[in-house]
């Protein structure tokens, strides 16, 4: 176990704030290391605090990255309150580039309550994890804690655009053509752009 709170990717710095997420996705990188994209170990021996966060910021100049980015090997908004902090705090440093959250779309079932306002004015994109174009082909990828967890995160992402100047659906492009198709449909549907990734082994 390690302490890896900030690591590069490319032209970007990744923000890792925790493991915990309620979903157990089949595609997970997760389930092939404990790194991603030749980072040091990403397993947190515990849940950062936000001074642990700054002194893991004085270590790189934002300046030489085009995008901060949430994303660990849990889901960010899991550490919601130390999300916003850490955005916050970043914002204040010297050459901090735009903020993108990547997230389940989840955050309102992990907190109980509407959490997207919370983002204004931190956060610059939010990416969220799509996954499938229909609630059976999402429950069977995503595998998340909650039966209602589709239509939640339809709900959390069209919240976002009100308060987000960017947001956006993925689908990683393991599953099927068709279901890309669906995805597709439903993105057009509630009016945010769908980007296809490449999975990432």
Same mark, same amino acid.
């Given at each position: 176990?390690?302490?890896? %709170? #900030?690591?590069?990717?490319?032209?970007?710095? =990744?923000?890792?704030?925790?493991?915990?997420?309620?979903?157990?996705?089949?595609?997970?990188?997760?389930? +092939?290391?404990? !790194?991603? =994209? !030749?980072?040091?170990?990403?397993? #947190?021996?515990? /849940?950062? +605090?936000?001074?642990?966060?700054?002194? $893991?910021?004085?270590?790189?100049?934002?300046? /030489?990255?085009?995008?901060?980015?949430?994303? !660990?090997?849990?889901?960010?908004?899991?550490?919601?309150?130390?999300?916003?902090?850490? *955005?916050?705090?970043?914002?204040?440093?010297?050459?901090?580039?735009? %903020?993108?959250?990547?997230?389940?779309?989840?955050?309102?079932?992990?907190?109980?309550?509407?959490?997207? &306002?919370? #983002?204004?004015?931190? @956060?610059?994109?939010?990416?969220?994890?799509?996954? *499938?174009?229909?609630?059976? *082909? =999402?429950?069977?990828?995503?595998?998340?804690?909650?039966? +209602? $967890?589709?239509?939640?995160? &339809? &709900?959390?992402?069209? /919240?976002?655009?009100?308060?987000?100047?960017?947001?956006?659906?993925?689908?990683?492009?393991? @599953?099927?053509?068709?279901?890309?198709?669906?995805?597709? *449909?439903?993105?057009?549907?509630?009016?945010?752009?769908?980007?296809?990734?490449? =999975? /990432?082994?």
């Amino acid at each position: 176990m390690a302490m890896t %709170i #900030l690591y590069p990717v490319g032209e970007h710095l =990744y923000v890792n704030l925790t493991n915990r997420c309620p979903c157990a996705c089949t595609f997970c990188i997760r389930q +092939n290391g404990d !790194g991603a =994209y !030749g980072s040091d170990s990403l397993w #947190l021996e515990h /849940d950062p +605090n936000l001074d642990e966060v700054k002194a $893991a910021f004085a270590k790189w100049q934002l300046a /030489d990255f085009t995008e901060l980015v949430f994303c !660990g090997y849990g889901e960010p908004t899991e550490a919601l309150l130390l999300l916003c902090e850490a *955005a916050r705090y970043a914002k204040t440093l010297p050459g901090c580039p735009p %903020i993108r959250l990547n997230t389940n779309g989840l955050s309102d079932l992990i907190h109980g309550v509407p959490t997207a &306002q919370f #983002l204004s004015g931190l @956060i610059d994109t939010v990416s969220i994890s799509l996954n *499938a174009g229909t609630r059976e *082909a =999402y429950l069977a990828v995503t595998r998340p804690k909650w039966e +209602n $967890a589709f239509e939640a995160m &339809q &709900q959390f992402a069209a /919240d976002c655009k009100q308060y987000v100047p960017h947001v956006m659906f993925t689908v990683v492009d393991v @599953i099927s053509a068709e279901e890309i198709a669906a995805a597709q *449909a439903l993105a057009d549907s509630l009016q945010i752009p769908l980007r296809v990734r490449k =999975y /990432d082994s």
